[in-house]
């Protein structure tokens, strides 16, 4: 059975730090186009971070930059983020995806539950 499973979300002050973790299971993520999206009350789903399949690259959106760092443990087959000097707006649910040799432009076809993420004083 194709899973992703993500864990690590929690409660946090503004300037704190959390990592996130999607555990793979059923297939492995070499291959696929893997990323962390988010969705906070009331607004639409964004992407935070991706690794493309094609060439390895890897994109941050604006918001995230010099913030936050995505990456992998193969070994694992398991997706990180990891998310430094927290802000209030960056409370919201966190979910990771995958897409078979996709870029991260790709329609992402598979998504784990999601893990909440709340920044507060």
């Known amino acids: 059975q194709v899973q992703l499973v993500e864990s690590g979300g929690g409660l946090v002050q503004p300037g704190g730090s959390l990592r996130l973790s999607c555990a793979a299971s059923g297939f492995t993520l070499d291959g696929y186009a893997i990323g962390w999206f988010r969705q906070a009350p009331g607004k639409e789903r964004e992407g935070v971070s991706c690794?493309?399949?094609?060439?390895?690259?890897?994109i941050y959106a604006d918001s995230a930059k010099g913030r936050f760092t995505i990456s992998t443990d193969n070994a694992k087959n398991t997706l990180f983020l990891q998310m430094n000097s927290l802000k209030l707006e960056d409370t919201a649910i966190y979910y990771c995806?995958?897409?078979?040799?996709?870029?991260?432009?790709?329609?992402?076809?598979?998504w784990g539950q999601g893990t909440q993420v709340t920044v507060s004083s």
């Open positions: 690794i493309s399949s094609t060439d390895g690259s890897t």
């Open positions: 995806a995958a897409e078979w040799r996709g870029d991260c432009s790709a329609d992402f076809g598979f």
